[in-house]
């Protein structure tokens, strides 16, 4: 009993110390990308018994799950993957939005089965270990009423790899990880903001100080390219008394392409002749 009652005491003090070394690695960024391999590298060091796992983030805009980091994997073709929600194990927990425990053959060809070909042949090729784990465990990165994606992990020696400690402690993994991306998301977005607003006042000081308009929609074009980041920008001017808008000034790498033939946009066609008719 004394036994029991030491390996409980044990455990515990190892699962706080893992709770607590990630909330601490967690807090010294705000880089999505280095917060997903910090994830990665902490839940790794905490499950010993995982012989490879990847971190998935759902992609709202295209209704799948990513991997963002992975071990146990070759990382350039596992991040090629794209899992549907309750597509496999991954898929499956993000749409239940709880853990579970995988254990034995017959679970993982059972969940296999939901698998599309191109996910498997992925999975095939980047997996270092087989395509058949013994056991897994996976959970939800779930906060504010948004789940964000999911945690797996993998055995491959044996169906009782994992035990349903192991489950919870992933669970509160994957709760403290949550967290962390959500606040990085937030403190993006404001970035972002006060990025655009400092965009717009500076535009705003240039309209005044340029009259001349071949050499003002160029400098509106670089700006926005260069501080909101987007890769296409594009600016026409709108011709009521001919019912179109012609292109006058760009940035990114089409801009040159389109400028040297300008291109012409009729009123009624697509989301620039809607905006064009519309001012909306």
């Known amino acids: 009993e004394n036994a029991r009652l030491l390996r409980a005491e044990q455990r515990k003090a190892m699962e706080l110390a893992a709770l607590a070394n990630l909330s601490h690695s967690l807090a ?5 990308e280095e917060m997903f391999r910090v994830i990665e590298r902490q839940v790794r060091a905490s499950m010993p018994a995982a012989d490879a796992g990847a ?10 799950l990513t991997p963002r980091a992975a071990f146990g994997f070759d990382r350039e073709i596992v991040q090629k993957m794209a899992l549907r929600p309750g597509e496999y194990i991954s ?10 425990l ?7 060809k059972q969940v296999q089965q939901t698998m599309q070909p191109d996910n498997q042949a992925l999975y095939a090729a980047a997996s270092y270990f087989g395509i058949h784990p013994q056991s897994a465990i996976c959970a939800p990165l779930h906060t504010g009423g948004e789940t964000l994606g999911v945690i797996v992990l993998n055995n491959f020696k044996s169906p009782e790899g994992f035990t349903e400690d192991d489950l919870r402690l992933l669970e509160a993994l994957a709760d403290r990880a949550a ?3 959500r606040n990085a998301r937030l403190y993006a ?3 972002r903001r006060a990025a655009q607003l ?7 000081h240039r309209i005044t100080a340029i009259l001349d308009l071949d050499e003002l929609l160029p400098t509106i074009a670089q700006l926005v390219h260069s501080r909101f980041g987007y890769r296409y920008v594009h600016l026409f001017i709108c011709d009521p008394a001919a019912s179109e808008s012609v292109i006058r000034a ?4 089409a801009a040159e392409t389109l400028l040297q033939e300008p291109v012409v946009i009729k009123f009624e066609q697509g989301i620039i002749g809607w905006v064009s008719t519309t001012g909306k």
Do not use: H, W
């Not at 400092?198 to 705003?204: H, I, P, Q, R, Y």
């Open 189 to 191: 977005d404001e970035s």
């Open 55 to 64: 971190f998935l983030i759902y992609d709202p805009e295209n209704d799948v």
């Open 179 to 181: 967290m962390a991306i």
């Open 28 to 32: 010294e960024t705000m880089d999505l």
């Open 91 to 100: 898929g499956q927990v993000f749409q239940a939005n709880r853990a579970m």
């Open 198 to 204: 400092e965009t717009a006042n500076d535009v705003g």
């Open 102 to 108: 995988f254990k034995g053959r017959e679970a993982f």
């Open 250 to 253: 760009g940035a990114g790498p």
